[in-house]
């Protein structure tokens, strides 16, 4: 089971750290991705980290602003925004698979899913 938090308001140029826990498994031999979902379009792939966390991919639009990072010890994965704009607002969900090239471009292949976290940028 991964949980998702740390979403909430906040002011376009501030910043949020959003945190996924995993709970019954350790998810330390997955991918741990960051997608996010605005209201009225389709899910959208934001960020993958790689089981040991020595490859991290992420959509061009938050290239310079977010990173993903994990802590296997933990069993979780974090999403530092920075310079949020308002086009960042969306539900955020983590992922995990065992292929970060799935969780990369395949999300319909994705094995775990978290809850949302809501993200809300006000201009």
């Known amino acids: 089971q991964l949980q998702a938090s740390g979403g909430g308001l906040v002011q376009a140029g501030g910043s949020l750290r959003l945190s996924c826990a995993a709970s019954?498994?350790?998810?330390?031999?997955?991918?741990m991705g960051w997608f996010r979902q605005a209201l009225g379009k389709e899910r959208e792939f934001v960020a993958v980290?790689?089981?040991?966390?020595?490859?991290?991919y992420y959509v061009d639009s938050v290239k310079g602003r977010f990173t993903i990072s994990r802590d296997n010890a933990k069993n979780s994965v974090y999403l530092q925004m920075n310079s949020l704009k308002p086009e960042d607002t969306a539900v955020y969900y983590c992922?995990?698979?065992?292929?970060?090239?799935?969780?990369?471009?395949?999300?319909?292949?994705?094995?775990?899913w978290g809850k949302g976290t809501q993200v809300t940028v006000s201009s």
């Open positions: 992922a995990a698979d065992t292929n970060v090239i799935v969780v990369r471009r395949a999300p319909e292949r994705v094995n775990y």
């Open positions: 019954g498994r350790t998810v330390s031999t997955f991918a």
């Open positions: 980290i790689s089981c040991c966390g020595g490859s991290t």
